[in-house]
Each structure stands twice: as structure tokens, then as C-alpha cells.
């Protein structure tokens, strides 16, 4: 039987210092065709990004989602919140996700794939799921972004339940979905780097 490392519980994460999150002044809305192309030139030059999508919640059953609405990519100095509703910058997201050689890194993905598939018509390239290659270092399936900042950083990932379930197909978002959307991507990569995955 293999040995599991423990992971620290709820309790015990809320006794940690927070993880220090991307503000404002280092994350980007991109809406339009040019924002994108310009989001594009500067991710370019990144060998890996946290990447991760939001989509307006459902609450009748059997409802299907029309997300995602947005899709996040951070390197691990600033993130780009790309929404979806312009075809131009649309049609840039689904380039820069086809992409490969630049691994794309995450928790929980198997969803946002299948609906990036549905909403862009494209198949996302070089997606690594963190989940896995956590379980495969002896953690539990499935740990998570607030496990991981936990094990790893010894930090408590702040997320917000609120922002988490709010309208993200609105045209305005807010600040605090702004920082909620970047900063699950921004962990991402920041986990990615953690685990030597980026060497």
C-alpha cells in the first residue's frame, strides 16, 4: 500500500497566511480583437500558462452551460481574463489554446476541455491537469487549487464563493471576478513552477 502525504484540513488551512494574489494592476481584461492579439504577443513568449475557464452558473435542472464565458491564462508574473463574446477574440483564445509546445496547466480540467471544444470548436493542446501529476508525487486525487497553495506554499488559497457563482457572460465584470478568474490561473502556474514541471 503507497504511502499518501497528508494534506492539511480545512481548519488548518485557515490558519495559514494568505497566498499573495495577482491585483488588479497585473491582470487584463481582453474583450476585443486587438487586446487579444496583443495578450497573444506577450504569452508567446511563455513556455507554459495557468489556465482555467468560467461559465455563468446553471440552475435548472438539466440546463445546459453556454460557457465557458471566460477563459483565463497567467504566467506568473500577470493574467489575461479573455472574454468570449467577440468573435475576433474568440477566434484568438481557440489559436492560443490549439497551440502547442506550451503546456497549458491547471486543476479540474476534464470539463473546461470538453466545453472549449463545444464553445470554440477546437481541441485544447498540451493540457496538464495538476490533479494528476500531484496524485502521481503520492497526494490524494483530486486535491485541488486551495490544497495545493497549501502543501506547496504553505498558504491559504482566498477564494471567493460568491464571485465563484456569479454572471460571468455579463459584458462588465467586476473587480472581484477580475481577481477571482486571474488568480485561479495565476495558482496554476505557480504550482506548475512549484513541482518542477517547468525545468
Known amino acids: ?6 494534506v492539511p484540513g480545512k481548519e488548518q488551512i485557515a490558519l495559514l497566511d494568505p497566498f499573495e494574489r495577482l491585483g488588479l494592476d497585473r491582470i487584463h481584461l481582453v474583450s476585443t480583437g486587438p487586446q487579444a492579439e496583443r495578450a497573444r504577443d ?3 513568449a511563455c513556455r507554459f500558462w495557468g489556465f482555467d475557464t468560467e461559465s455563468r452558473p446553471t440552475f435548472a435542472k438539466g440546463q445546459e452551460s453556454e460557457g465557458p464565458h471566460t477563459v483565463q491564462l497567467s504566467t506568473l508574473e500577470q ?3 479573455f472574454q468570449l463574446y467577440d468573435p475576433d477574440c474568440s477566434a484568438l483564445v481557440a489559436e492560443l489554446l490549439a497551440l502547442r509546445g506550451i503546456t497549458k496547466a491547471g486543476f479540474g480540467l476534464g470539463d473546461d476541455r470538453k466545453r472549449i471544444q463545444a464553445r470554440l470548436g477546437v481541441e485544447a493542446a498540451d493540457v496538464l491537469e495538476l490533479n494528476t501529476s500531484l496524485q502521481q508525487r503520492g497526494y490524494r486525487k ?8 497549501a502543501v506547496l506554499f504553505q498558504q491559504r488559497f482566498l ?3 460568491k464571485a465563484a457563482t456569479s ?3 455579463k459584458p462588465q465584470l467586476s473587480e472581484a471576478q477580475l481577481i477571482y478568474a486571474a488568480n485561479d490561473a495565476y495558482a496554476a ?9 517547468a525545468d
Do not use: E
Request: no cysteine.
Open 79 to 81: 493574467a489575461w481574463v
Open 142 to 149: 483530486d486535491m485541488g487549487v486551495k490544497a495545493a497553495v
Open 1 to 6: 500500500m503507497h504511502t499518501r502525504h497528508p
Open 159 to 161: 477564494k471567493s464563493k
Open 42 to 44: 506577450a504569452l508567446a
Open 167 to 169: 454572471n460571468w457572460a
Open 189 to 197: 502556474a505557480r504550482v506548475f513552477q512549484a513541482l518542477g514541471l
